[in-house]
């Protein structure tokens, strides 16, 4: 009854705890940041007369670039052409060798020893961009399209492999248990206990890894691993700036509908 | 004839499963292991086929020593050993067919397990054994499009498609709502005594283990407290083996389980046998 008895207490204020409790380090490390973008600025020259110069160049090479010219088609499609059959062979090769390597990287299916060399592949490579990678493989095996397929291999074994190897973990150990209990060997066990139930996520990231291997495709020419990539660069390097945005155009296209192909088709089967 | 000697699992969290336990299975006997959650039902029949390694002890199957088996050696064992489980594990992206002709795969090679060309043999007997658990003309149906009895039909028969010399049994009722429960524990007994199995059949369901037992081992605390024929058992050694509850009414409804199935067996005699009896029916 008298729970509101006798004076009211002073209203307590409340404020939300910050999220670092020393102040020392809260400002501090504020402060470390601001002095970094100072100093950084300075380093660069980020020079505004610089930025303003520039607007005009850019504007006139917009303006170089309309309307696009296509008379070099042949140039254009053989390029476009080169990426495809970069992209579709780096994929069948890489999707089929990440199989073992994600066997292997799957912790319930290999002893630790095997487990850890595996994952280690596994990080190395999908640490590195593609790019890098390709710069290695052009040094190592010459210009052209071998030195990008290559390379889209290994970075499809990286990232199916790695997927796949998540998904291998995350399967139900009954039903490998059961297939254990019949006297089936560690291969049997892999064909009726892991694989049926990992499948449809195989071929989802088999579609996923072609999708991006053409997105990847066209650029890697870039650094001089083929494709479409090369075309563009070496456009820009002759100052073809209609025929570098048909090029362009093209690329932007072919993505289009590899992103739109590959979205169907997965949409489909999971 | 299974014969298990002083069986110790200690888990590596310290936790023991099994202390100093000793039981043999005559061939064709069907025993039930009752014993709460935790007694150490499931170690023990998985430490048979070596699906958990036992600590010390020994198990012998028709004369060899299970526990001295290498790695390769055993997976020849367990292709004797039949297994079937509380929550199915079939092969759920898998047909009917390919779960029950698993049971072959010990005893095929690789690529006829890959290419799934099954001998002609095994096939006619993974029919016969569909027919015989009710499930005719299911043999294209994925098994994750089936209900829980039909699966555990399923499970029976891979486990029968092994021709094993033993059959262990992990709570195959424990999913299932009772009728079915009765029906799939009744079709498993049954079909052991007819091929003369030893059973080692796991289950905490005391009325449905003496309705289809012949024998009755008792678990608790690891340990095996009672070992006896159905009639043996009355209150004080649930009681031992559970703890402490009224036991009246189990004892009593176990007996009139027996008295009710009699009669509806008799009652079933002359007219034609469903083995749609869970409702496979329906669907």
């Known amino acids: ?270 | 004839m299974l014969q298990v000697d002083s069986l110790t699992k200690t888990y590596p969290t310290g936790q023991k499963a099994l202390d100093g336990c000793s039981l043999t299975v005559e061939t064709g006997q069907v025993v039930a292991v009752i014993g709460p959650s935790g007694a150490g039902k499931s170690s023990l029949i998985r430490c048979v086929n070596r699906l958990v390694e036992p600590t010390q002890g020994r198990i012998w199957l028709d004369g060899t020593d299970v526990t001295r088996l290498g790695r390769n050696q055993m997976a020849r064992m367990r292709r004797h050993m039949g297994m079937i489980f509380q929550e199915y594990n079939l092969v759920e992206r898998l047909t009917v067919m390919e779960n029950v002709l698993s049971g072959r795969l010990g005893f095929v090679s690789f690529w006829q397990a890959f290419l799934r060309r099954f001998p002609q043999a095994d096939i006619d007997r993974a029919f016969e054994l569909l027919d015989q658990v009710g499930l005719s003309g299911y043999e294209n149906s994925r098994a994750d499009a089936l209900s829980g009895g039909q699966r555990q039909r399923v499970g029976i028969a891979r486990a029968l498609m092994q021709e094993p010399r033993i059959l262990l049994v992990d709570e195959p009722t424990s999913s299932l709502d009772p009728r079915t429960a009765r029906t799939i524990l009744g079709l498993i007994a049954d079909l052991a005594r007819e091929r003369g199995l030893p059973a080692l059949i796991n289950i905490h369901d005391v009325g449905l283990a003496l309705m289809f037992a012949e024998r009755v081992v008792g678990l608790s605390q690891a340990r095996v407290v009672f070992d006896g024929v159905p009639d043996q058992l009355d209150e004080h050694i649930l009681t031992r083996i559970f703890g402490e509850a009224d036991w009246r009414q189990t004892v009593r409804h176990a007996g009139d389980d027996e008295r009710a199935m009699a009669a509806a067996n008799q009652a079933d005699d002359g007219a034609p046998v469903s083995p749609h009896a869970d409702g496979i029916g329906s669907v």
Do not use: H
């Open chain 1, 1 to 270: 009854m008298t729970v509101q008895s006798g004076t009211p207490a002073a209203p307590r204020s409340w404020r939300k705890p910050p999220m670092i409790r020393n102040p020392v380090l809260r400002w501090g490390m504020l402060l470390a940041v601001a002095v970094y973008i100072v100093y950084a600025v300075e380093d660069v020259n980020l020079d505004l007369a610089r930025f303003i110069a520039g607007i005009p160049k850019a504007v006139e090479m917009a303006g170089d670039m309309v309307p696009p010219d296509f008379t070099r088609w042949p140039l254009l499609l053989e390029g476009l052409l080169e990426s495809l059959q970069m992209a579709i062979f780096s994929t069948a090769v890489g999707v089929v060798l990440s199989v073992p390597i994600a066997v292997g990287a799957a912790r319930n299916m290999v002893p630790k020893p095997v487990y850890l060399a595996f994952r280690c592949y596994l990080g190395l490579v999908r640490t590195l961009p593609e790019v890098l990678i390709a710069i290695f493989l052009v040094k190592a095996f010459g210009f052209g399209a071998f030195a990008g397929m290559l390379t889209l291999t290994v970075a499809s074994t990286g990232f199916v492999g790695k997927l796949l190897a998540e998904e291998i973990e995350a399967i139900d150990p009954g039903e490998v248990e059961a297939i254990r209990a019949t006297g089936s060997g560690w291969l049997k066990v892999l064909l009726y206990g892991v694989q049926p139930q990992t499948l449809p996520r195989y071929v989802g990231l088999c579609i996923y890894r072609l999708d991006i291997n053409l997105r990847e495709s066209t650029i890697l020419g870039i650094v001089g691993a083929g494709g479409i990539g090369a075309t563009l660069y070496n456009a820009f390097g002759r100052y073809e700036y209609d025929f570098a945005f048909a090029i362009l155009l093209s690329i932007v296209a072919l993505v289009l509908v590899a992103e739109w192909a590959s979205g169907a088709i997965r949409a489909r089967i999971t």
